[in-house]
C-alpha cells in the first residue's frame, strides 16, 4: 500500500525568462512503512519534492495524496492539521527556542494541541528523550548541549504526535561523522518500528541506511536505487554501491 502518491508534479520558480520549473512533471510512489532517500545536486529539486509531498508547498499542476486524501483537496486548516497529527518534519537546524529548556522545547507544539493531556505528553516526551539518549538533558537550554544532542530533541519533536510519516530534510548535513551516524541509528529505529521515514541528503552514507534511494536532477527523477540486495553487506560495500550509482548517473 502507497502511503504517499506524487502524479505529474510541477512547481516552478521564478518570474518572466527567469521562471524555471524546480519539479518537471515528477510521479513518485513512496510505500508505507518504506525509508526512502532523494539525492541530487544543489537545486535538483529533492527539497521541493519532498515540501510537495508533505503539502507544504503548493504545486502548479499534479496532484498529491497522503494516505488516500487528495491534498488538493483540503483547506489551509485542513492540511496545517494533517501535518501535526500524521506527519513529522526534521530538518538540518533544529529551530528551537532560545528561551525554552530541552523539554519544553518538545513538548510545546503537542501542548498547543492539546493542553488537556499535558502530563501525558510530558510523560510521552521523556520516553522519546529516554529512548535518543537525552534523557539527562530535559532541563538544559539549546545553548547548553551539541548539534547532535539539539538535533535528537528535534527528532523527539517530531515524534511526539506519533505520526505515520517522517521528513527529515538533510537531517545530518550540519553534524560530524559520529554525530550524524547516530541520528541515523535513530531514524532506523524509528522506520524498523513501522513509520514510514523520507529523507533528503547529499550524503551517501545516509543514503545507504535507507532502502531506496531516487536521485534527481533539474527538477526530474533520473534514476533509483533499492538496497535490498545488499542486505547483509558491510556498511562499506553499500557505501561504495551508492558512491558508484551517483558517478554512472552524473550527480
Known sequence: MDMITGHDMVKAFGVGEERRRVLDGVSVEIGEGEFVAVMGPSGSGK????????????????????????????DSEELA??????????????????????????????????????????????????????AELEKRDIT??????????????????????????EPTGALNSRSAEEIMDIFTDIHTEG??????????????????????RDGSIVSEMRLSKYEGHSMDNRIGAVTAKMREIGI
Do not use: W
Request: glycine share 8%; proline share 2%.
Open 47 to 74: 527539497s521541493t519534492l519532498l515540501f510537495a509531498l508533505s503539502g507544504m508547498d503548493h504545486l502548479d499542476s499534479g496532484t498529491v495524496s497522503f494516505a488516500g486524501r487528495d491534498l488538493s483537496a483540503l
Open 81 to 134: 492539521s494533517l501535518r501535526r497529527t500524521q506527519m513529522g518534519f526534521v530538518f538540518q537546524q533544529a529551530t528551537l527556542l532560545k528561551n525554552l529548556n530541552l523539554l519544553d522545547n518538545i513538548i510545546l507544539p503537542a501542548v498547543r494541541e492539546n493542553r488537556k493531556n499535558a502530563q501525558g505528553i510530558i510523560a510521552r516526551a521523556k520516553m522519546l528523550m529516554s529512548k535518543t539518549g537525552i
Open 144 to 169: 547548553q548541549v551539541s548539534g547532535g544532542q539539539l538535533q535528537r530533541a528535534g527528532i523527539c519533536r517530531a515524534l511526539m504526535g506519533s505520526p505515520k510519516v517522517i521528513f527529515g530534510d
Open 195 to 216: 513509520t514510514t521515514v523520507m529523507l533528503v541528503t547529499y550524503d551517501a552514507q545516509v543514503a545507504a541506511r535507507t532502502q531506496r534511494i531516487l536521485f534527481m
